[in-house]
């Protein structure tokens, strides 16, 4: 099983990023996805998770409006937009896995996304 996350990087204040998290050794299409996010010092936390056949999305309180989760089951692959990113968006984003029977759980290794002018 692997989660590859891309698509981090430096970014000013205001601009925008889109994350990418590709899946293989899974049945993707079957797995919820979410995206979440640690920044230093502090817990890990959730950013937006979405449903495996893309129908259902949900957001934390502060990333709605500025961030969409989306996925293309035919590629495997899970997306996070970012809009208007402030400089406490600054974390490593984490892409993750879940099972229909929530018996199984995977993680991506992280891409780190800096908000700073």
């Known amino acids: 099983v692997q989660l590859v996350e891309s698509g981090g990087g430096l970014v000013q204040p205001g601009g925008s990023l889109r994350l990418s998290c590709a899946a293989s050794?899974?049945?993707?299409?079957?797995?919820?996805m979410s995206w979440h996010r640690q920044a230093p010092g502090k817990e890990r936390e959730l950013v937006a998770v979405?449903?495996?056949?893309?129908?259902?999305?949900n957001y934390a309180e502060s990333m709605k409006g500025r961030f969409t989760i989306s996925r293309d089951n035919g590629k495997n692959t899970v997306y996070l937009q970012m809009n208007s990113l402030k400089p406490e968006d600054t974390a490593v984003y984490y892409c993750?896995?879940?099972?229909?029977?929530?018996?199984?759980?995977?993680w991506g290794q992280g891409t780190q996304v800096t908000v700073s002018s």
């Open positions: 993750k896995a879940r099972s229909p029977s929530l018996l199984r759980v995977y």
């Open positions: 050794g899974f049945t993707f299409s079957s797995y919820a």
């Open positions: 979405i449903s495996s056949n893309g129908g259902s999305t």
